[in-house]
């Protein structure tokens, strides 16, 4: 129970989207609630749509993607 607290503030603390805050579990929270691709979690959260153009946390929306299906 620890460890997933510690992880659930991370997630809170961890900024996926540097442009826009997006934090990450934001980010889980999108693709839990149906978003399964890059392109739904950047339209429901926004992220990708800072200064980068995604170019950064596009990457890491795909491995948050690829963990979620690992995961089911």
Excluded: F, H, W, Y
């Excluded at 540097?18 to 950047?42: N, Q």
């Amino acid at each position: 129970m620890e460890n997933e607290l510690n992880q659930e503030i991370m997630d809170k603390l961890t900024k996926v989207c540097l442009c826009k805050g997006i934090s990450r579990a934001t980010m889980k929270e999108a693709i839990a609630g149906g978003a399964d691709t890059v392109e739904k979690v950047r339209k429901v959260t926004g992220a990708g749509s800072g200064s980068c153009g995604g170019r950064r946390c596009t990457p890491k929306i795909e491995e948050l993607l690829a963990a979620a299906a690992n995961a089911e």
